[in-house]
């Protein structure tokens, strides 16, 4: 078991269509950096070169919102994050 990663279906093009992911991690973070291990490319849809998250992404965890710091908020298996994606919001 791990951490359920939703994808928003806008993002799932580089999910090949999966709408779900499962991962390991401790973090957000680790989380979104493996599910990039799956689908290489990934994390440059939901995050910056420098790492931080653009300003059209939202994260929740398990239903609720997970900023500020959202990046380091810790999972545990079993936990789900969902990636939410606002259109014409810029980057």
Do not use: W
């Not at 493996?34 to 931080?52: C, H, I, Y």
Request: some cysteine; hydrophobic content about 35%.
């Amino acid at each position: 078991m791990g951490v359920k990663v939703g994808i928003h279906p806008f993002l799932q093009e580089f999910t090949n269509g999966q709408d779900t992911v499962e991962v390991k991690g401790k973090n957000v973070r680790e989380c979104l950096e493996n599910v990039d291990r799956l689908f290489p490319g990934f994390s440059e849809t939901v995050m910056s070169p420098n790492r931080k998250l653009f300003k059209h992404i939202e994260i929740y965890v398990n239903g609720k919102d997970a900023s500020p710091g959202e990046l380091t908020k810790s999972v545990t298996d079993g936990d789900e994050i969902s990636i939410i994606f606002h259109m014409g919001c810029g980057g």
